[in-house]
C-alpha cells in the first residue's frame, strides 16, 4: 500500500512566479491536510480538504494561496507570486475521516524563491 | 486557541532513558499526539492519548493528564537512530491537531 505522495520533492521558483504543489493521499483516504514548517519552527496548519471540499482553511494566508481536492487526482495547493517568505517545506498528510486521530504524512515539498 | 509548549532541546546518552515534557491549553480537547521527525523527513506517528494514563508501546511510552494539561514521552534504551525532532500535538474541539515546535533529542555515545 503506497504511503502519500508528494510532489516535487524539491521546487524553486524566483519572486513572482507560480508554485503548484501536488499531494495525492493514501489509498482509502478522503482527508487531506496540509501543513507548512519553516526552519526551527513548528508544522503550521494550512488547510484541510475532502474529495471537492474544503472543510478548514483558518490556516491559509488570505492572498495568494489556495487548494484544491478534486474528484479526481491529487489535491494541489496553490500558491501565486511566490515571495521570499513562502520558501519553506510543505507537508500533506491524510487520514481515512476526521475522527481517525493518525495522520500519514508525505514526505513535502521543499519550496525555495529565489 | 491552543497553546502548546516543549522544550527547544535535549541531550541524552545512550542507552540512557529521557522523558520529553509537553503542556498544553486548548479550547476541547480530542487527544494527544507524539510524532517523530528525522532532519529532512516526514513526521511519523509515535502515540495518541485521549484518556489519562500511560500507554506503553516497545521502547516508548507516552503519559497523559488532562487535568493538568500535560503529557509526557519516554524513550527507554536510547539508540543513535533515536536523534530527531519530537513532536507534540493537540487535536482540540475541530479534530484538527495543533503541533508545537518539537524537541530536538540530540543522543550521543
Known amino acids: 500500500n503506497a504511503g502519500v505522495m508528494q510532489n516535487p520533492r524539491h521546487l524553486v521558483r524566483r519572486r513572482g512566479q507560480e508554485a503548484r504543489l501536488r499531494c495525492s493521499p493514501m489509498?482509502?483516504?478522503?482527508?487531506v491536510y496540509w501543513y507548512r514548517q519553516l526552519p526551527e519552527e513548528g508544522l503550521k496548519f494550512m488547510v484541510y480538504?475532502?474529495?471537492?471540499?474544503?472543510?478548514?482553511e483558518s490556516g491559509m494566508p488570505k492572498e495568494r494561496f489556495s487548494a484544491e481536492f478534486p474528484k479526481e487526482g491529487p489535491s494541489i495547493l496553490r500558491i501565486q507570486q511566490v515571495v521570499r517568505g513562502d520558501s519553506a517545506a510543505y507537508f500533506c498528510?491524510?487520514?481515512?475521516?476526521?475522527?481517525?486521530?493518525?495522520?500519514?504524512f508525505g514526505p513535502g515539498t521543499r519550496l525555495t524563491v529565489t | 486557541g491552543q497553546n502548546i509548549d516543549q522544550p527547544t532541546e535535549m541531550t541524552a546518552t545512550e542507552g540512557a532513558i529521557v522523558q520529553i515534557n509537553c503542556t498544553y491549553q486548548?479550547?476541547?480537547?480530542?487527544?494527544l499526539f507524539w510524532y517523530q521527525q528525522h532532519a529532512g523527513e516526514a513526521p511519523t506517528f509515535l502515540s495518541y492519548?485521549?484518556?489519562?494514563g500511560l500507554e506503553e508501546k516497545g521502547r516508548f511510552s507516552s503519559f497523559l493528564s488532562r487535568s493538568k494539561g500535560y503529557s509526557y514521552l519516554l524513550l527507554k534504551e536510547l539508540q543513535m537512530k533515536d536523534s530527531a525532532s519530537y513532536l507534540c500535538?493537540?487535536?482540540?474541539?475541530?479534530?484538527?491537531?495543533?503541533f508545537g515546535r518539537g524537541t530536538s533529542l540530540i543522543v550521543h555515545p
Open positions: 498528510a491524510s487520514s481515512p475521516g476526521k475522527t481517525s486521530y493518525e495522520q500519514y
Open positions: 489509498k482509502g483516504h478522503s482527508h
Open positions: 480538504l475532502q474529495k471537492e471540499n474544503i472543510i478548514d
Open positions: 486548548t479550547s476541547g480537547f480530542n487527544g
Open positions: 492519548n485521549v484518556l489519562d
Open positions: 500535538a493537540v487535536s482540540g474541539g475541530s479534530y484538527i491537531p495543533t
